[in-house]
């Protein structure tokens, strides 16, 4: 069974430009989340998807955005990229299952420099 | 606002003795908790996982230990092998399938 994919792997734009990252989840994952990643912070929750609607939401300003399509692959995207959004961009796959316990699997990430 | 939190930014550990990770946490809400382990250029693997309605999980040479009165998870790994080189993660969530990760140890196990 394919893993997680996200693509690109490595992304260079400057600032004030915006960016689209895609993630595939995992046959019969449902429900997909993002995370970005800075040093020192730890995974930082951006949203999730179950079923094409955002189902939980962190606390990151509007210009990040995403959205799921119906084959359950996601997409974020970030608008008037600043500094700071340099990160390595997670996305994780899960089964499904608001109230059942699940395990995220994580995709190799996107890592997005912003000059 | 962190909500879970690994102190200790890096632990160096001899070959073949015990590793301890710790990780607390403030929302009483958290009712599952996992351990992910990342290396370099990958993706978070997960590792081991406990529910709030037990105090410790065992998978081979890895435990989870959980004080729930404390807010306190630690995981140990015996013996310790260089192949557990890497950042780990801890995380906790509640019921809504929302995710909270702490900033990550990092191991270094010495052959």
């Known amino acids: 069974k394919a893993g997680v994919t996200q693509t690109p792997r490595y992304l260079i734009k400057t600032r004030g430009q915006q960016v689209t990252l895609s993630c595939s989840p995992i046959s019969g994952h449902r429900s997909v989340s993002w995370y970005q990643q800075t040093p020192g912070q730890g995974l930082q929750f951006l949203f999730e998807y179950f079923s094409e609607t955002q189902r939980n939401k962190g606390n990151f300003p509007g210009r990040f955005s995403g959205r799921q399509f119906s084959n359950s692959r996601s997409e974020m995207n970030v608008s008037t990229l600043e500094l700071g959004d340099s990160a390595l961009y997670l996305c994780?796959?899960?089964?499904?299952?608001?109230?059942?316990?699940?395990?995220?699997?994580f995709g190799a990430g996107t890592r997005l420099s912003v000059l | 606002d962190q909500q879970v939190k690994q102190n200790s930014p890096s632990l160096s550990v001899q070959e073949g003795r015990i590793s301890i990770l710790n990780c607390d946490y403030t929302?009483?809400?958290?009712?599952?908790f996992l351990w992910y382990k990342k290396y370099p250029a990958e993706g978070p693997t997960f590792l081991i996982s406990?529910?709030?309605?037990?105090d410790k999980n065992e998978d081979g040479r890895f435990t989870v230990f959980l004080n729930k009165s404390a807010k306190h998870l630690s995981l140990h790994i015996v013996p310790s092998q260089p192949g557990d080189s890497a950042v780990y993660f801890c995380?906790?969530?509640?019921?809504?399938?929302?995710?909270?990760f702490g900033s990550g140890t990092k191991l270094n196990v010495k052959p």
């Open positions: 995380a906790a969530s509640d019921n809504f399938n929302k995710f909270y």
């Open positions: 929302n009483s809400m958290f009712d599952y």
């Open positions: 406990i529910s709030s309605i037990k």
């Open positions: 994780a796959s899960s089964v499904s299952g608001q109230g059942e316990r699940n395990i995220q699997y």
